[in-house]
């Protein structure tokens, strides 16, 4: 069953990459007593992912940081390593967007927002959604209809409903 406005977060490990070293951390302590956006896509290096998802979010950051927004974290079932060098690539982690991994799919299908399209490569991974979290509380969810566009769960959207 997919997450719902008004419930708490489950608790989950993401793990991500420092220089050359990985760390990992429970998603419980990153929220706690913090407003913090999270969003999930299907992929680093995938199409409206790269192109869509993740500037949408790069050029709202100044202005969820000035509404009271203390992180912005994406999530996507890849390792520490892809997550680390597209989110260089892509800008991300220069605006400050923090590049976490749920590399065994534990958060994302917690949260209900797992599928797989073997068609295209894609097992257990995540679909798009953008959330508004507050002290663990998700108090704005938009999730994307399956299809490859960024609209809802674009970063404007969001910015759009605080």
């Given at each position: 069953?997919?997450?719902?406005?008004?419930?708490?977060?489950?608790?989950?490990?993401?793990?991500?990459?420092?220089?050359?070293?990985?760390?990992?951390?429970?998603?419980?302590?990153?929220?706690?007593g913090?407003?913090?956006?999270?969003?999930?896509?299907?992929?680093?290096?995938?199409?409206?992912?790269?192109?869509?998802?993740?500037?949408?979010?790069?050029?709202?950051?100044?202005?969820l940081?000035?509404?009271?927004?203390?992180?912005?974290?994406?999530?996507?079932?890849?390792?520490?390593?892809?997550?680390?060098?597209?989110?260089?690539?892509?800008?991300?982690?220069?605006?400050?967007?923090?590049?976490?991994?749920?590399?065994?799919?534990?958060?994302?299908?917690?949260?209900?927002?797992?599928f797989?399209?073997?068609?295209?490569?894609?097992?257990n991974?995540?679909?798009?959604y953008?959330?508004?979290?507050?002290?663990?509380?998700?108090?704005?969810?938009?999730?994307?209809?399956?299809?490859?566009?960024?609209?809802?769960?674009?970063?404007?959207?969001?910015?759009?409903?605080?």
């Amino acid at each position: 069953m997919t997450i719902s406005v008004g419930e708490n977060l489950p608790d989950a490990l993401l793990r991500w990459r420092e220089g050359d070293a990985p760390q990992s951390g429970q998603l419980s302590a990153m929220t706690k007593g913090h407003k913090v956006v999270i969003f999930g896509l299907p992929g680093a290096f995938t199409g409206t992912c790269t192109t869509a998802h993740v500037p949408s979010m790069i050029r709202v950051f100044p202005d969820l940081k000035a509404k009271g927004v203390d992180d912005v974290i994406c999530v996507s079932v890849n390792d520490i390593f892809a997550m680390q060098v597209w989110g260089e690539q892509t800008g991300a982690t220069d605006a400050g967007i923090r590049m976490l991994a749920d590399p065994e799919c534990e958060f994302t299908r917690a949260i209900g927002m797992d599928f797989s399209a073997p068609v295209v490569g894609l097992i257990n991974r995540s679909m798009r959604y953008t959330m508004l979290v507050d002290d663990g509380v998700v108090t704005i969810l938009n999730q994307e209809p399956p299809g490859g566009s960024c609209v809802i769960a674009a970063g404007e959207t969001l910015l759009d409903m605080m």
